[in-house]
């Protein structure tokens, strides 16, 4: 005897389809601040580094020459 199959159990596919779509762009969001976040963290940092047009003159090494006897 077989029995009437009714319909399945459980959320629909579409909604977990939709669900999951939330979820997606959710993270896609959360990932694009925290990339804005540490991007302004890099800037910041380089501000605070000093002057960007400042021209530096490389070390130079003073010699010392040897008394002559």
């Excluded at 910041?44 to 047009?53: H, P, T, W």
Aim: aromatic share 2%; proline share 6%; hydrophobic share 45%.
């Amino acid at each position: 005897m077989r029995h009437a199959v009714g319909r399945a159990r459980g959320t629909h596919p579409l909604d977990r389809v939709q669900r999951a779509q939330t979820g997606l762009a959710v993270l896609a969001i959360t990932a694009l601040l925290s990339a804005l976040a540490v991007a302004g963290l890099i800037g910041l940092a380089q501000l605070r580094s000093g002057d960007f047009g400042a021209q530096t003159t490389p070390p130079t090494v003073q010699t010392v020459q040897p008394a002559v006897r």
